[in-house]
């Protein structure tokens, strides 16, 4: 399997992200009482195709070493974005996974989708990435391709609120 194209893999699990990187950092708060339907819908890919991704992926869950190819768009405008799982939890307070991405994909970097239990029992959603573009189109679309990265963490949000408001 190829490896990730960028340093620093792992890097949205904790801690600071890597300094000279495009940083996205979205945060939202989800209904009470969702973690394990929250939990479930991002480990489980529920949550991407909910938002309108076509995801392919080697596993069912996110975990360690699954590949997964984020499609976007239709026909000659779709956009295959190959990534790798590089780290995965799921306990009672945290569950999510953070995956890095392969040649092929547009940008280098890594993004993480973590839901999380606080000890007053809130349930938050946090997206957090470091990126840079990796091909011509990326590096012209400049703020827009920035504007669309936090978008995408906005939407992502809005879908698993969604989400843990259905049965």
Do not use: K
Not at 8 to 21: F, N, Q, S
Not at 60 to 73: D, E, I, M, Q, T
Not at 76 to 98: K, Q, S, T, Y
Not at 139 to 167: K, M
């Amino acid at each position: 399997m190829p490896e990730p194209t960028y340093p620093d893999v792992g890097a949205t699990r904790a801690g600071p992200l890597p300094p000279g990187w495009r940083h996205v950092r979205h945060r939202l708060r989800l209904p009470d009482g969702c973690f394990p339907a929250a939990s479930d819908a991002v480990l489980g890919w529920r949550l991407h195709r909910a938002a309108g991704i076509r995801i392919e992926a080697d596993a069912p869950r996110a975990a360690p070493g699954v590949r997964v190819v984020s499609n976007l768009g239709v026909g000659p405008l779709r956009l295959a974005a190959p990534c790798v799982v590089v780290w995965a939890e799921d306990d009672d307070r945290r569950a999510g996974f953070g995956y890095g991405t392969l040649p092929g994909h547009p940008a280098r970097g890594e993004e993480a989708f973590v839901v999380t239990r606080d000890d007053a029992g809130a349930v938050w959603f946090e997206v957090r990435a470091f990126s840079r573009p990796d091909r011509w189109s990326m590096r012209a679309a400049g703020p827009v391709g920035r504007a669309f990265q936090h978008g995408y963490a906005w939407w992502l949000g809005r879908t698993l609120r969604r989400l843990c408001a259905r049965p």
